[in-house]
């Protein structure tokens, strides 16, 4: 049972084809559950959540932080893999313990940044630089360079060391160049927004015709008479 759930959560029942299917529905998980808590913090910014605004911005900076937390925490694990020796007691609990405060101390500090723009800059700036990591430390510890794994044939290592490769590179590159919004800006938007809204809460006026008051009718045979 243990080794038919292994195959199925890893997609070795399957080619490299079947690999690649479930990396991207992976990446598309992460995007709907972020983009999802996006819209929910778009829409706690309205002015009928107004009394509960700063519960709602702990909310939402406390589950950003812990889903964005997740991809250098990520890339951090490869890392500890790969150096931590293998005939080390307590391997696999000291790796998890390491990630686990990694992830910790990322959403603590997601939460004092209070802007979602830096969150997603260091987020992506962290897992560039784990994420180039991976494939050195990999080299130094085993002398599996990407070149040395495709020569031997050794595919897994090969594809594992690229795909960190390429992830670092552009996820260094997403971090270099985001820029965090001003907070003059935000306070516009906001301000945008809840100005659209008073506009929709506004009554229309409903249009009334003037009713014109009657003039007096001269009676000309009593005038000339």
Not at 84 to 101: A, E, K, N, S
Not at 141 to 150: A, C, E, F, I, R
Not at 198 to 203: C, D, I, L, T, V
């Amino acid at each position: 049972m243990v080794e038919f759930v292994h195959q199925i959560h890893f997609g070795n029942y399957g080619s490299y084809l079947v690999k690649i299917a479930y990396f991207l529905a992976a990446l598309l998980t992460c995007f709907m559950i972020i983009s999802g808590l996006m819209i929910w913090i778009k829409v706690r910014e309205k002015k009928a959540y107004e009394k509960d605004k700063k519960v709602n911005q702990r909310i939402g900076r406390f589950s950003i932080g812990a889903c964005l937390g997740l991809f250098p925490g990520l890339a951090l694990l490869f890392v500890l893999t790969k150096l931590m020796p293998t005939g080390l007691t307590d391997r696999f609990t000291i790796i998890t313990y390491l990630f686990g405060v990694f992830w910790l101390a990322y959403t603590a500090y997601a939460m004092y940044l209070k802007d979602y723009t830096k969150m997603t800059k260091h987020a992506f700036f962290l897992a560039g630089v784990f994420g180039l990591m991976v494939p050195i430390a990999n080299g130094l510890q085993t002398g599996l360079w990407p070149w040395k794994s495709w020569a031997e044939g050794l595919a897994d290592t090969f594809f594992i060391d690229v795909a960190w490769l390429c992830i670092g590179l552009i996820s260094l590159y997403l971090g270099i160049i985001l820029k965090p919004k001003r907070l003059h800006d935000h306070q516009i938007e906001i301000g945008e927004t809840q100005g659209k809204e008073k506009a929709r809460e506004k009554p229309k006026q409903v249009f009334k015709p003037k009713l014109r008051t009657p003039q007096p009718v001269l009676n000309i045979k009593s005038a000339d008479k």
